[in-house]
């Protein structure tokens, strides 16, 4: 049957029709050959514009439809659902972009004119080719994986597990709570967070559908939306948590000494610790000299030192396989690592800490009374790792401005004679109620000295703060008994690790990256996966746990169905032309392609495959097609142009 | 006028936050008028900027830390050279200037001595031309090749590297000033012929590697020469890596505890932190000991960006002066540096504090000669 061909040009109100001549476009595209009927008109997206194109189809009976506007990137889906809603198959639409790749960027009406007829030929060219697809739907285990215990994890996986789905949290530390376990308060309400989240991990550790595994690391992730399949190693803690009372003898017995991490590195741990004040005892395999090399010979120091052998050395790791349908990444972000800036005198002296420390300090009353008690003069330093091309991270933190006025505060309640000055160069405060909290700070007597500090050195017991005040236009030498460094948020050392265990891009800032800045926050490249909290950019818990709820309740729509739709538009392979060499296999990002053991020929699992067309393009032997791009596709399509 | 467009343009100050971390990190604006960021936002402000009047502008001695420091990436010493230039051209060159930059464009030299003058630091010592064959051309600095306080550097080198069997040789008369300075007081004009002049003569004389006596030489040569396929080094990491190489044998102890200036050239311009003090903690005798404010953050000597001709708004206070108290404060006995003005600067503070008796300045290669 030859091809009835309907051209539909739109004007996008003046976008386009202030720079292509849309009557002369349609003038041309009517006389185009398999062209039905062309018409343009003010905004074909609009429901009159669709209604235009769905009466065509019916009344003239067109078997293809050219959309000449926008990128399909914008509308691409409408029109596939305005010609279905016809009764077309929704693959027999082409889209001619002569906005974003012609009015756009042209200032000649004459030339974007003649370009706009180019494209349109072009599409009718090869819309007159395509085929009808079926789209298809896979069955989908309801189940989720959520990577990650720290506060957007334990929320996404309480969500799923409350609409009554199974979900595993892993967790890589030994205990859950992540980044904000190590923090004092919140702002700007100055809540204890251990009140926060003593409650929630309860509520997650005895959820009758989440299933903990701490201590734990992610190693493979193989499958497709609805249909995933995660290898999960656990460590052993080695000691066995029915015996053990937590006496401490152990922790007294073990040798080793590392910088405790939980603890900001402000003090060191053994082997043997507990990783939170209240988490159970475990041994860092990493560091256990025993474990690593024999140090403590035939009998560990700590084993002997336990009078309820609760020490057991013969735990082994284990291996679990999990089946899920999708997949939630809470893999969470790194304090700025405020050696990067020696200028800020960071390592080089002990009254020089980060704003990390600070709430380490600031949980121990005993030790925040040392630190803090005696000095006269603080200084807060602004922006440490944040909107600073020096350090590669030219993004703004989010959380730095409120951290610094929550502890300026903190010292100024207990210690109201220090002299507190906040060092900044903007004050970001556009949450809900940090305008007024950055008020109440400056009405407790923290002064705040607009000009970044340039450099922190000694002299003397003194630490002397350099900055410029730049509203009196004076150069500063501040002397200063403790400097607290207001460090930023920086993607956590694993995220390659963790992208490329899914595949997942990652924005310039080397966070994990969402579709859409702005409509699709949530959701990644990868069908199924979805971001929550720090390891998607800098937010603060109360932002971090609405994306967490977020991508809960994104993840529970292919769960609650049961079923997804799949891409239709992929790839296929020409079993007679393919020389089974893998190039297809190495090429695809998705894992799409995968060479057959018995007949040494690729096979497309056409679940994974997003039709992107590398393989085809890889392909020495041709023997792979991709729908809707086939060569006679797009060799029709360029053939009209010569 | 000023065009301050122009110069918002091409300095890229429209990055600027105006976070005054330039002026806060700036050595000199604690004792002077200048003030980076002010004149950024002059310039990004417009209108009338009385240029000829701000003599602070010459008081900037590039050591580039407002750049280095920028959280935009402008640099605001790049500015002031640019603005020195404005003032360079309207005619009105600051007297004590006058001298140097005539001289650098007749006799090669900024001290005003004759051109054939320039090796007789070398006399006696038998230095090949590096036109004879040779692996490494030595590039000497007008200061150490004309100033008999840092003459004493290069002669060292020499045996340094006899020492280690390096095949080099100089330019002999064709060697003359690098331009660093020049273009730095604002001199483009004169720069650019030095530049092109000393590309030809490298060139005649088939130089491939070029290590340089100062870190003001070693700067220009790799950052502002253009590459032109010339590997370029300062002595101090040429040393670091024969001894890594193990080329030498130290003979003699070399007792002393030694601090060490950094050169705001070598390491806060160039991120040659690690060499100078791999050289020193290699030398038997020495006990090496760091001021609080080293590298990164180490202080500029002010010997800079044509202060050697310009004394400045302000000069009751002497950084220099300070670095010697800092420097007496490790328990030094010995101010190492490596860079002809910093040797300079900081022997002339040593004697105005009156400790020339308590701590010794020298550069890196006498003390490597002395422990050879």
């Known amino acids: 049957m030859k091809p009835r061909i309907g051209v539909y040009i739109c004007h996008c109100g003046l976008n386009i029709a202030n720079t292509v001549d849309v009557e002369a476009t349609r003038e041309f595209a009517r006389a185009l050959p398999n062209v039905s009927v062309a018409r343009n008109y003010t905004y074909m997206c609009s429901d009159p514009g669709q209604a235009l194109i769905t009466n065509d189809i019916r009344e003239l009976g067109l078997t293809h439809v050219v959309v000449a506007s926008c990128s399909p990137r914008m509308h691409e889906p409408t029109f596939r659902a305005t010609i279905h809603k016809a009764g077309l198959n929704p693959y027999c639409l082409e889209m001619a972009n002569i906005r974003e790749q012609c009015a756009w960027v042209h200032a000649d009406k004459k030339f974007a004119t003649l370009k706009a007829m180019d494209l349109i030929a072009s599409a009718v060219a090869k819309v007159a080719w395509l085929v009808p697809l079926q789209t298809r739907e896979v069955g989908v285990t309801q189940a989720a994986l959520v990577i990650g215990g720290g506060i957007a994890g334990l929320h996404a996986a309480l969500d799923i597990a409350d609409a009554g789905f199974p979900v595993a949290l892993v967790e890589k530390q030994p205990y859950l709570g992540g980044r904000v376990a190590q923090l004092y308060t919140t702002f700007p309400t100055q809540e204890r967070v251990a009140d926060l989240l003593a409650p929630l991990i309860a509520r997650v550790t005895q959820h009758p559908h989440i299933r903990v595994i701490a201590n734990a690391k992610v190693e493979q992730i193989e499958g497709f939306i609805g249909n995933f399949r995660a290898t999960v190693r656990t460590r052993p803690a080695f000691v066995d948590a029915t015996k053990c009372d937590a006496c401490g003898k152990c922790v007294d017995a073990c040798p080793v000494s590392v910088p405790d991490a939980f603890n900001a590195n402000l003090t060191p741990r053994r082997a043997i610790y507990r990783p939170t004040p209240n988490a159970p005892l475990v041994v860092d395999a990493t560091q256990c000299t025993y474990i690593q090399d024999r140090v403590c010979l035939s009998e560990p120091r700590c084993v002997a030192a336990c009078d309820r052998h609760a020490i057991d050395f013969s735990q082994a790791e284990t291996v679990s396989e999990l089946n899920v349908g999708a997949i939630i990444v809470a893999t969470g972000a790194s304090a700025f690592d405020a050696t990067l800036k020696p200028e800020l005198g960071f390592g080089a002296a002990a009254n020089v800490i980060t704003s990390l420390q600070f709430e380490r300090l600031a949980a121990n009353p005993a030790e925040f009374a040392k630190a803090f008690g005696a000095a006269k003069e603080i200084a807060f330093v602004s922006c440490v790792g944040s909107r600073d091309a020096t350090t590669g991270n030219a993004y703004c933190s989010r959380v730095c401005c409120m951290v610094n006025a929550k502890q300026a505060q903190i010292v100024k309640q207990q210690f109201p004679a220090a002299r507190v000055t906040i060092f900044y160069a903007d004050v970001r405060a556009f949450g809900k109620g940090h305008e007024e909290f950055y008020d109440a700070v400056r009405q407790s007597g923290v002064r705040y000295r607009r000009g970044y500090v340039s450099e922190v050195y000694r002299r003397g017991a003194k630490m002397i703060v350099r900055a410029e005040d730049t509203l009196i236009q004076k150069p500063l030498e501040v002397e200063a008994d403790l400097v607290v460094l207001g460090v930023g948020l920086t993607p956590r050392a694993e995220t390659d690790e963790v992208a490329n265990l899914l595949s997942l891009p990652r924005s310039g800032d080397g966070f994990l990256l969402e579709i859409h800045p702005k409509l699709r926050p949530v959701e990644t490249a990868v069908d199924g996966v979805f971001l929550a909290g720090t390891c998607q950019g800098p937010k603060d818990i109360v932002d971090t746990i609405a994306q967490a709820r977020a991508a809960a309740s994104s993840a529970l729509a292919p769960l609650c169905r049961g079923t997804v739709k799949v891409e239709s538009a992929t790839s296929t392979v020409n079993d007679e032309m393919c020389a089974g060499c893998g190039l297809c296999v190495a090429t695809c990002p998705y894992g799409a392609p995968a060479l057959n053991a018995r007949t040494g020929k690729t096979r497309v699992n056409a679940v994974l495959c997003k039709g992107c067309g590398a393989c085809a393009a890889a392909c020495p032997s041709k023997a792979i097609q991709v729908m809707q791009f086939t060569p006679r596709q797009i060799l029709s399509q360029i053939a009209v142009l010569a | ?372």
């Open chain 2, 1 to 372: 006028m000023l065009d301050t467009e122009t110069l918002v343009q091409q300095f890229d100050l429209l990055a600027c936050i105006q976070c005054g971390k330039c002026t806060g990190g700036c050595p000199i604006s604690p004792k002077s008028a200048l003030n980076p960021r002010a004149l950024i936002y002059h310039m990004l402000l417009g209108g009338d900027f009385e240029l000829v009047s701000r003599d602070e502008l010459w008081d900037c001695t590039t050591c580039a830390t407002c750049g280095m420091r920028c959280p935009k990436g402008v640099k605001a010493y790049d500015l002031i050279i640019g603005l020195r230039g404005q003032w360079i051209e309207s005619g009105k060159i600051p007297t004590t200037l006058r001298a140097p930059l005539t001289a650098t464009l007749n006799q090669g030299n900024p001290l005003v001595l004759p051109r054939e003058d320039r090796t007789l630091w070398a006399d006696g010592l038998d230095v090949k031309n590096v036109a004879e064959g040779a692996e490494m051309a030595l590039f000497t600095c007008c200061e150490n090749a004309y100033d008999p306080r840092v003459q004493p550097m290069p002669k060292a080198l020499v045996r340094i590297l006899r020492a280690a069997n390096i095949a080099f040789g100089t330019l002999g008369l064709d060697e003359q000033c690098c331009g660093s300075e020049i273009r730095r007081v604002g001199e483009s004009g004169l720069f650019e012929y030095l530049r092109d002049d000393n590309l030809e003569k490298f060139q005649a004389a088939g130089v491939k590697k070029l290590v340089t006596t100062s870190p003001h030489c070693y700067n220009v040569y790799k950052n502002e020469y253009g590459s032109p396929g010339i590997a370029v080094e300062h002595y101090t990491q040429t040393v670091a890596r024969l001894i890594a190489e193990d080329k030498f044998k130290f003979g003699k102890k070399f007792e002393a505890t030694v601090t060490y200036q950094d050169p705001c050239f070598l390491g806060k311009q160039n991120g040659v932190y690690d060499e100078p003090r791999a050289v020193l903690k290699a030398l038997p005798g020495v006990k090496f000991v760091e001021m609080d404010r080293s590298r990164e953050r180490s202080v500029c000597c002010e010997g800079g960006g044509g202060r050697m001709w310009l004394e400045g708004t302000n000069t009751k206070v002497r950084l220099a002066n300070d670095r010697i108290a800092q420097a007496r404060e490790t328990g030094a006995t010995v101010l190492a540096t490596a860079c002809p003005f910093c040797f300079l600067t900081l022997s002339d503070a040593v004697v105005a504090t009156g400790h020339e008796n308590d701590l010794k300045v020298m550069d890196i290669a006498q003390i490597v000669n002395a422990a050879i």
